[in-house]
DNA sequence: GACACTAAGACGATTTCCGTCTCACCGTCA
DNA sequence: TGACGGTGAGACGGAAATCGTCTTAGTGTC
């Protein structure tokens, strides 16, 4: 899942992770970073032209992509589409309010919580989200449908952590199920009932 | 034992305390304590004519008054000479350590403990806690005495942080009082018997 | 030796930060 | 009412940092 990071490229992300973590996404400059990593602001630049922006995007993605990869690995004996995004769901609600780190990086302050994200973070997870969760669902519904069904969970998640009374207990697997299985699934037509393709 | 703090003085205590907190002491500026205390800069200036250093200086005074006073109220009982050096030793000893606060003040770095101090933070603390234990152990000893006393048991708590593992266990207190006993009362004389004075 | 990659750091431009200043505002008290 | 002390907002010039680019020299590989 994960594109190709060069170990260098690698130590660099965790020093601005280590960096974040002491200083704050807006104290830290990319001497800090530079000087965690044990590398020099000219590798810096050419591994990631663009400066600052392109590092912490970098480090987004790197951290989304760690999570999507922890939730793929949970899910991955389901083969029920119900079954598949209940787990996806609640699994996503609970570990994304408990990755402290995701939500420093998707914040603009140290301050921050998913709670009161900026607006930049939020279409940027909901992105990858939905590109996770499509390559999961595809297979039981067809690409317009799937298209529907991922942009409504993805916001469903996100959105939970935006106003948490509004919305049923997501992280409860119960609450959760009950709520896809009647308000979600039913207004989806799957294509054909065999996942499995042919070729 | 606290001289005197306007309630708008505190306020900007306190906000530079989680100015500090948030960004770590190397990173914070003026105005952001300013801002969250919210305060004008120029006002700021009025009550700590001299800028960072003289704040910050403040606050590391501020912060080890409350700390003494803490103390303070702690051995308030306790009218034996070892049982009042005993008492302090570990309570200090306990205190500094899990005071977190303290040691981000003693520091200049926020990744910094009291295990690994600045070496400008340490005759700081050290001088504090003399004047602070003179002023108690003085009634049981004379001045010279009890001025080697001080300098003897402040340098051995906060030496604790910085090596471990070369001294007693003084957070345990019956370590700390055998340590004393054995090694530091003995070698003071005490010039009268009764504390109480006469006048 | 050619080559790719890097650390160190100089450089100018830009931005931030500092400390001081002025000015308007707002309560208090005579 | 008017003087007065304290405050917030913000302009200002100088100092310091930060940025992004660049050069130079060093290192390991083929």
Same mark, same amino acid.
Not at 26 to 35: E, G, L, P, W
Not at 66 to 76: C, E, G, K, P, V
Not at 105 to 112: H, I, R, V, Y
């Given at each position: 899942?994960?594109?190709?990071?060069?170990?260098?490229?690698?130590?660099?992300?965790?020093?601005?992770?280590?960096?974040?973590?002491?200083?704050?996404?807006?104290?830290?400059?990319?001497?800090?970073?530079?000087?965690? *990593? @044990?590398?020099?602001?000219?590798? &810096?630049? /050419?591994?990631?032209?663009?400066?600052?922006?392109? !590092?912490?995007?970098? $480090?987004?993605?790197?951290?989304?992509?760690?999570?999507?990869?922890?939730?793929?690995?949970?899910?991955?004996?389901?083969?029920?589409?119900?079954?598949?995004?209940?787990?996806?769901?609640?699994?996503?609600?609970?570990?994304?309010?408990?990755?402290?780190?995701?939500?420093?990086?998707?914040?603009?302050?140290?301050?921050?919580?998913?709670?009161?994200?900026?607006?930049?973070?939020?279409?940027?997870?909901?992105?990858?989200?939905?590109?996770?969760? *499509? @390559?999961?669902?595809?297979?039981? &519904?067809? /690409?317009?449908?799937?298209?529907?069904?991922?942009? !409504?969970?993805?916001? $469903?998640?996100?959105?939970?952590?935006?106003?948490?009374?509004?919305?049923?207990?997501?992280?409860?697997?119960?609450?959760?199920?009950?709520?896809?299985?009647?308000?979600?699934?039913?207004?989806?037509?799957?294509?054909?009932?065999?996942?499995?393709?042919?070729?």
């Amino acid at each position: 899942m994960s594109h190709l990071v060069t170990p260098t490229e690698l130590r660099v992300l965790d020093a601005t992770k280590t960096c974040c973590e002491r200083w704050g996404i807006a104290k830290v400059t990319i001497d800090d970073i530079a000087a965690e *990593a @044990g590398v020099s602001r000219a590798t &810096l630049y /050419r591994m990631f032209p663009g400066g600052k922006d392109v !590092l912490f995007d970098a $480090l987004r993605v790197h951290e989304l992509e760690d999570f999507f990869t922890r939730l793929s690995a949970h899910i991955h004996d389901t083969t029920d589409l119900e079954e598949l995004l209940v787990r996806t769901v609640v699994y996503a609600t609970v570990e994304l309010r408990s990755d402290d780190h995701l939500a420093l990086m998707l914040a603009s302050e140290p301050g921050d919580t998913l709670g009161n994200l900026t607006v930049q973070g939020l279409p940027r997870i909901i992105r990858m989200a939905s590109l996770f969760i *499509a @390559g999961k669902v595809e297979p039981y &519904l067809d /690409r317009a449908n799937a298209q529907r069904l991922v942009d !409504l969970l993805a916001r $469903l998640v996100i959105s939970y952590f935006l106003a948490p009374s509004d919305h049923v207990d997501l992280g409860d697997e119960r609450s959760a199920r009950t709520f896809i299985t009647t308000h979600i699934l039913p207004t989806f037509v799957p294509p054909a009932v065999q996942p499995a393709s042919t070729h």
